[in-house]
C-alpha cells in the first residue's frame, strides 16, 4: 500500500485524485475513482444548477460509500453562476471535500470550514500556493505547465514547479499535470509532494463519461498533440489538436482578437465534442500526459496499476540503485 499524510488528512485510500473536469467530472467517474481507493470530484458548474449539483451528489452516493469531493471553480464571467449557492448546495449536501480552483477562493472559506468541508485549492504558481496556504486552506494541488486546461502564465514545468512548492508549503500537497502512472506517482513522491492529481488519464478510462472516439484519440496522441490557446491573451489552455484549436492559435497569432475566435471556442461546441464523438466539433482540453496513454482500462484497474507498479519501483529498482 502506498500512502501518505494526503490519505489521512482527506480520508482516502491512495494520494490519487481526479479533479474537477468540465462536462466529464460525473457522479460515474468519482464513483468509481472513490471505489477504487482515490478521491474524485464533481464538477460543480457542469451541472446547471445548484439544485442540479445535488442531485448529482446524491446520484454519486448511490454509487459509492467512500469519501467523494466537489470542484468549485471561480472564473471571471460577464454573467457569473451563483457561486455561493453551489457552495451551499456543497455544504447542505454532507460532502467532505471541495476543490476550489481559478480565482482565490477567500470569501467561500469561512463558510466551508464552519460547515466541516476540507478545501484542496487548485493553483499553477508557487505564490499562489503559499497565499491559500495562508488563507487556512487544507491542501494544495499545484498545476505544472504539461496539465491540460489553465496552465497559467509563468510556464513552469512540474520537474521544478513541485520541489519549488513543496518548500514553501507545509500542508498535503499534490503534482498535477503529466502525470499517468506508476513513475509519475513515484516521481511526484520523490519531488515532496503528498500524491498526484490526474486529468486526462482519468478521461481514458471505461467509466469516464465521455465519447469512446474521445478515449481513442488519448491513446493515439503524442505528447506533442496539444495546443496552448490564448497566449496572446494572457488566459493560456492547453487543448487538444485539431483543425479548430490550430485556427485559434493562427488567428490570435495574426493579431486576432477574442471576438474573432469566440465561435471557435464556445464551450457547447466542446461538449459536443466529448458526447457525440465528433473530434473537429470544437476545442477539447487534454494534457500532454497523452502521450504515455495506451489503454483504456477500468479506474480500479488503472488505481491499482499505480499502486502496485509504484510499490514495485520503489522496493525494487530504486532499493537496487541504492545498494
Request: net charge negative; with cysteine; glycine share 10%.
Amino acid at each position: 500500500m502506498v500512502r501518505t499524510r494526503f490519505c489521512e488528512v482527506f480520508g482516502v485510500d491512495y494520494p490519487i485524485v481526479q479533479g474537477g473536469m468540465q462536462w466529464v467530472g460525473r457522479a460515474e467517474l468519482v464513483a468509481a475513482v472513490a471505489n477504487a481507493g482515490g478521491l474524485g470530484f464533481i464538477t460543480a458548474l457542469t451541472q446547471p444548477s445548484p439544485e442540479d449539483l445535488v442531485a448529482e451528489i446524491a446520484r454519486c452516493r448511490d454509487m459509492t460509500d467512500k469519501p467523494f469531493g466537489v470542484n468549485l471553480t471561480i472564473l471571471p464571467s460577464i454573467n457569473p453562476p451563483p457561486y455561493a449557492e453551489y457552495r451551499d448546495a456543497i455544504i447542505e449536501s454532507g460532502v467532505p471535500v471541495v476543490e476550489t480552483a481559478g480565482f482565490n477562493p477567500a470569501e467561500h472559506l469561512p463558510a466551508f470550514a464552519e460547515g466541516g468541508v476540507k478545501v484542496l485549492h487548485k493553483c499553477t504558481s508557487v505564490r499562489h500556493a503559499v497565499k491559500a496556504q495562508e488563507l487556512g486552506v487544507d491542501g494544495i494541488s499545484i498545476d505544472g505547465f504539461e496539465c491540460a486546461g489553465h496552465p497559467g502564465e509563468d510556464d513552469v514545468p512540474g520537474l521544478v514547479l513541485v520541489p519549488a512548492a513543496a518548500e514553501r508549503i507545509n500542508i498535503p500537497l499534490i503534482a498535477s499535470g503529466g502525470f499517468g502512472d506508476a513513475r509519475g506517482l513515484v516521481a511526484a513522491l520523490a519531488l515532496g509532494a503528498d500524491g498526484i492529481n490526474m486529468g486526462t488519464r482519468f478521461v481514458a478510462t471505461v467509466e469516464a463519461p465521455v465519447h469512446d472516439n474521445v478515449k481513442r484519440r488519448l491513446v493515439e496522441a503524442t505528447e506533442r498533440d496539444t495546443e496552448l490557446i490564448f497566449r496572446q491573451l494572457r488566459n493560456t489552455a492547453r487543448v487538444a489538436r485539431n483543425t479548430v484549436s490550430t485556427k485559434v492559435v493562427s488567428r490570435l497569432a495574426a493579431g486576432g482578437t477574442f471576438e474573432d475566435v469566440r465561435d471557435l471556442v464556445a464551450g457547447t461546441r466542446g461538449r459536443k465534442v466529448l458526447e457525440v464523438g465528433d473530434l473537429e466539433l470544437g476545442i477539447w482540453t487534454a494534457g500532454q500526459v497523452q502521450g504515455i496513454i495506451h489503454d483504456i482500462p477500468t479506474v480500479a484497474e488503472l488505481i491499482d496499476r499505480i499502486v502496485t507498479g509504484a510499490r514495485e519501483l520503489i522496493n525494487d529498482r530504486l532499493a537496487a540503485a541504492v545498494r
